[in-house]
């Protein structure tokens, strides 16, 4: 079992740029993540997907879409990326996502928007 | 909102010294509360995690947290600690029903001192 898995690791993007995250599960969870983590701020939650076929807002939505393609992958997509979107990006699945499943997590993405 | 904050941001320890990493969160109804820890350069992972019944729970490493629910808290203890337990911790807290949005605390550095 591979667990989570994310690609890239790390990525350099210019202003105005555009970029897919991938992520993937094999645990077969319904429930699927993706959140940023910045200094001081704990990891604050992009969008999530209850479960194939369905996305939802987090607290940080904007800027940001998502589509959960099977019930194993969930990508993230920056149309335009802003500076303020440099941030360490974090995938996560659970097997269900309320009733204190616990979300696993893929090992994170380094962005850089200069 | 539901919120989440920790209280010591950075914290430095000999090793065999006690520790205490306090989380309070703030939401009325019922809760699920978790502590995760991200060691340098891995991937976050569950501690431990409250559901329901005793709420003093134990997780891996021999750390434990107690739920006190008149106090909104989910403290995390370790009697003596090591240096290997040199970590980022975060504590979270999901709504028990629905509540496939699980917020974050700021996370606490914990350095220990071999």
């Known amino acids: 079992n591979a667990g989570v898995t994310q690609t890239p690791k790390f990525q350099v993007l210019k202003t105005g740029q555009s970029m897919t995250l991938q992520c993937a599960q094999d645990m077969n969870h319904n429930s699927m993540y993706w959140y940023r983590q910045d200094p001081g701020m704990g990891l604050r939650l992009i969008y999530y997907s209850a479960s194939e076929g369905t996305t939802d807002k987090g607290e940080v939505p904007n800027g940001y879409n998502v589509s959960r393609l099977n019930k194993r992958e969930f990508s993230l997509r920056l149309e335009s990326a802003a500076p303020s979107q440099t941030s360490v990006y974090f995938c996560?699945?659970?097997?269900?996502?309320?009733?204190?499943?616990?979300?696993?997590f893929g090992p994170g993405t380094r962005l850089t928007v200069t | 909102a539901q919120s989440v904050s920790q209280h010591n941001h950075h914290v430095i320890l000999s090793e065999a010294a006690s520790l205490e990493l306090g989380c309070n969160y703030s939401y009325g109804g019922t809760v699920n509360l978790f502590w995760y820890v991200q060691y340098p350069g891995q991937h976050l992972q569950l501690l431990l995690k409250?559901?329901?019944?005793?709420?003093l729970v134990k997780g891996i490493k021999g750390f434990e947290a107690e739920f006190i629910k008149s106090k909104f808290s989910f403290n995390l203890r370790k009697p003596s600690v090591q240096w290997s337990d040199t970590a980022e911790y975060f504590c979270a807290v999901n709504e028990d029903t629905g509540g496939f949005k699980t917020i974050f605390g700021a996370g606490t550095r914990l350095f220990v001192k071999a």
């Open positions: 996560a699945s659970s097997l269900m996502g309320d009733r204190g499943y616990e979300q696993y």
């Open positions: 409250y559901f329901s019944g005793d709420p």
